[in-house]
């Protein structure tokens, strides 16, 4: 995968985000082929890595190139504040692929 | 609103977890789905769109390999490879066959 960074980041902007920094997902519910969880919209959570810039499905599954690629980070959440009632460990965590579009930076 | 197959966080009960495995033309519609791919006729994402598509009455009423190749079906007459007259017309040539699939 780094190949593929090196070469992507030179034909394309940099990451807006970096890893540890605090993002919310958007809260937004477009049409079409959509690969953001409906349950993590709105949430918060926290960049663990970016994973390489990629044509955007969004614009693949009508057809089109997905260009201008766009930058996937993989976000960590928190169970519980994912989760109403959530039963589990205070320490357990999802980790969700994420487009950079989807993102926004949250408050600390 | 929750999308019919955005289902994270919905009831789902019990897993099944029976083995079933693919008959042949089930093993077919997978087939076919590679060789459109591997042909640049069709994009994940574009099958993923076209099954998202069906409606939520169609999507649950049709097994897995029926509403994948109902949505292959959708993609190959949207982008002109077989126009409905001619699914239509190949449609009753099978339904005339003694044997659908030999």
């Known amino acids: 995968m780094s190949a593929s960074v090196a070469k992507d980041t030179m034909r394309t902007a940099k990451p807006a985000f970096t890893p540890g920094q605090r993002v919310r997902v958007r809260q937004v519910d477009p049409p079409g082929h959509i690969r953001t969880p ?71 | 609103m929750h999308a019919y197959h955005d289902l994270g966080g919905t009831p789902a009960g019990p897993i099944e977890q029976d083995d079933h495995p693919a008959v042949l033309w089930e093993k077919r519609v997978e087939a076919l789905l590679t060789l459109v791919r591997r042909r640049g006729l069709l994009t994940t994402d574009e099958n993923r769109r076209a099954l998202e598509s069906l409606g939520a009455d169609v999507y649950h009423n049709l ?37 659908p699939l030999p």
């Open chain 1, 38 to 108: 409906h349950y993590i919209r709105g949430k918060s959570g926290v960049i663990e890595r970016f994973c390489g810039f990629f044509p955007n499905p969004e614009e693949k599954a009508y057809g089109r190139s997905g260009e201008p690629m766009r930058a996937l980070y993989r976000v960590r959440f928190v169970q519980s504040h994912v989760w109403t009632g959530y039963s589990g460990g205070a320490l357990d965590t999802v980790d969700i692929d994420l487009y950079e579009h989807w993102l926004e930076p949250a408050g600390a």
């Open chain 2, 63 to 99: 097994s897995y390999a029926e509403r994948r190749a109902l949505a292959l079906s959708n993609n190959m007459i949207a982008k002109g490879v077989f126009t409905i007259d001619e699914l239509a017309a190949k449609l009753a040539e099978i339904d005339r066959r003694k044997d």
